[in-house]
C-alpha cells in the first residue's frame, strides 16, 4: 500500500498544472519553445481613383516631354474658329498646337459636316487631340442647330420642365454633340437671375439664359445638364463665376460693366461651388465683369482675390478656370492684347479664350516673355499647363 500523498506536495503540483494551463491559454510558447509563425500581410485593397489618377498623371508627363515651351503655352489657348469656314481650323491645331478651337458662329449644317471637321483636327493633333467647343445652351444661344441637332428651348424654360423630360433632353444634347465630335460645351449658365429683374439683365435675362430666379431652382437642372454631357463624353463649362445674374450690361458690348452686390456668400457664388464640385468634374468660366465687394481694382478674370482666393481656396476648386471671351469683347479692349492671357493666369486662370485668331501670337508671346522674367509666374503658367492637359487626359484627348 502506497503512502499518502502530503497536503503541500498535492497544493505545488496543482499550481505547477494551473501555470501550464494558463501559459497555453495566452497563446505564449512554453519555456524554450519556439515562437508562433506570424500571420501573412493583408493584401492592400486597390484604389481606383488613385490608380486612375496616377495613369492621368503617366499621360500628362509623356505629353509634356513632346512638347516645347512654345507649344505648353499654346495648350493654354482655346481660339476660335468661324462655323462658315471651318478649314481656318486646321493651321492652328497643326502648326500652332493651340488647346482648343471654339466654333463660333451659327450652322444649320448637319453633324456629318462638323464630324468631318472634328475628326480632321484630331488627326492633325497627332496625339494631342484639342477640345472642340461650342455654346450649345438654347433659345438664342445654340451654335448648331442643323440635321442631328435637337431645336432647344431657353435656359428658363429647360429649368421649368418636369426632371424626366429634362434629363431626357441633357442627354439627347451630350448625344449629338458627342456624335459631332464636340467635346466641350460652354453651358450651363449658372448665373442666378432674381425675379422680376430679367428684363434689365442684359446679358442673361433678356435672353432667358438662366435656369431658375433662385440658387435652389438653379443648381439642380443646370446639374441635369451637366450630368447629360457626361454621359457622352461631352465636359461641361458653368459661366459666368461668379455670376452675372445682377449687371444690367453685357460685357460682350460694353466696358465697365460692375457688380455692386454681389458677395462671397451669395447665392450666385455658392450656386457655382455647388456645381463645380461635380464628379463629372466641368469647367468653370469667369465673367469679365468687376464685382465692387469682391475686388474693385479688377474684372473678375484678372482678379487673384475672385479666381484664387474665392474660387479656387473658398470653394475649393481645382480643375480647369477658364476665361470668356478676351479676344473681341469690349470688356478688355482697353488691356492690351498679350497682357489679357498674361493677367488672366496669373489670377489662377488656366484656358484663355479668344474668339479673334490673330490674337493667339501675341498673347503666346506676352506669356512667355513674362514666364521668362518672373520665375513665380512661370510657376503659374506650369500648374496651368498641367492642370490643362489632366483634364484632357480626363476627357480622353491624351494617348494612354
Known amino acids: 500500500m502506497q503512502s499518502p500523498v502530503s497536503r503541500p506536495h498535492l497544493l505545488a503540483t496543482l499550481a505547477a498544472l494551473l501555470c501550464v494551463l494558463l501559459t497555453a491559454c495566452s497563446g505564449s510558447p512554453p519555456s524554450g519553445g519556439s515562437a508562433a509563425t506570424p500571420a501573412p500581410e493583408a493584401t492592400p485593397t486597390p484604389d481606383p481613383e ?3 489618377a496616377a495613369a492621368r498623371a503617366a499621360q500628362v508627363d509623356a505629353a509634356l516631354a513632346g512638347l516645347d515651351r512654345r507649344r505648353q503655352v499654346a495648350q493654354l489657348l482655346v481660339v476660335g474658329v468661324p462655323l462658315g469656314d471651318l478649314g481656318r481650323g486646321d493651321a492652328l491645331v497643326r502648326d500652332t498646337g493651340v488647346g482648343g478651337v471654339f466654333l463660333h458662329g ?3 449644317a448637319p453633324t456629318e459636316e462638323i464630324a468631318a471637321a472634328t475628326t480632321r483636327w484630331a488627326e ?3 496625339n494631342l487631340r484639342p477640345w472642340v467647343a461650342v455654346d450649345q445652351e ?10 442631328g441637332f435637337a431645336d432647344l428651348p431657353t435656359a428658363a424654360e429647360q429649368g421649368r420642365l418636369p426632371s424626366d423630360q429634362l434629363t431626357a433632353l441633357a442627354d439627347g444634347l451630350g448625344a449629338s454633340l458627342a456624335s459631332a465630335g464636340v467635346t466641350l460645351n460652354l453651358a450651363p449658365v449658372a448665373d442666378v437671375v432674381p425675379e422680376g429683374t430679367a428684363a434689365g439683365n442684359a446679358p442673361i435675362g433678356a435672353w432667358g439664359r438662366q435656369y431658375g430666379s433662385t440658387a435652389s431652382a438653379a443648381v439642380p437642372a443646370a446639374g441635369a445638364i451637366v450630368d447629360g454631357l457626361a454621359a457622352h463624353g461631352v465636359t461641361a463649362t458653368l459661366k459666368h463665376f461668379p455670376g452675372l445674374g445682377r449687371v444690367q450690361e453685357n460685357t460682350d458690348e460694353s466696358a465697365n460693366v460692375t457688380d455692386a452686390v454681389t458677395t462671397r456668400d451669395d447665392e450666385q457664388v455658392t450656386a457655382f461651388g455647388t456645381l463645380a464640385d461635380s464628379p463629372a468634374a466641368p469647367f468653370v468660366m469667369m465673367s469679365s465683369a468687376t464685382y465692387t465687394q469682391l475686388d474693385p481694382a479688377a474684372p473678375a478674370a484678372f482678379s487673384p482675390v475672385v479666381v484664387t482666393d474665392l474660387l479656387r481656396e473658398q470653394l475649393g476648386f481645382d480643375g480647369v478656370v477658364m476665361s470668356d471671351d478676351v479676344g473681341a469683347a469690349q470688356a478688355v479692349q482697353a488691356v ?3 497682357e489679357r492671357a498674361v493677367r488672366f493666369l496669373a489670377a489662377g486662370g488656366t484656358l484663355v479664350l479668344t474668339v479673334d485668331p490673330t490674337t493667339v501670337e501675341p498673347m503666346i508671346d506676352a506669356v512667355l516673355a513674362r514666364a521668362e522674367a518672373d520665375p513665380a509666374f512661370a510657376a503659374q503658367v506650369d500648374a ?3 492642370t490643362a492637359l489632366e483634364a484632357k487626359a480626363r476627357a480622353g484627348l491624351l494617348p494612354l
Open 124 to 126: 492633325l493633333a497627332l
Open 106 to 108: 451659327r450652322s444649320s
Open 384 to 386: 496651368a499647363v498641367r
Open 50 to 52: 488613385a490608380e486612375a
Open 336 to 338: 492690351p492684347v498679350g
Open 138 to 147: 438654347g433659345g438664342a444661344v445654340q451654335t448648331l442647330s442643323g440635321p
